[in-house]
């Protein structure tokens, strides 16, 4: 335990203070990569649907016989 002088209670402090900012600065990266890996699912799923699409198409013109 370390003796109460002016010292060691703002050493306390500072140190109280940090540890805040740490979980500050951690919550924050933790919400904003969990932010963008909803965007990227968002994005997987319409790529997903996209890619059917095309595929369809791209079915229905070959078994249709366009050329263009």
Known sequence: MLPQTPVASLF???LRE???????????ILLLVGGFIQALQFLLWVGAVLLIIAVIAWAV????????
């Not at 940090?18 to 924050?28: D, E, G, Q, S």
């Not at 013109?61 to 263009?68: H, V």
């Open 61 to 68: 013109r070959s078994l249709s016989g366009r050329t263009r």
């Open 12 to 14: 306390l402090t500072t």
């Open 18 to 28: 940090h540890h805040r900012n740490i979980f500050v600065i951690v919550a924050i």
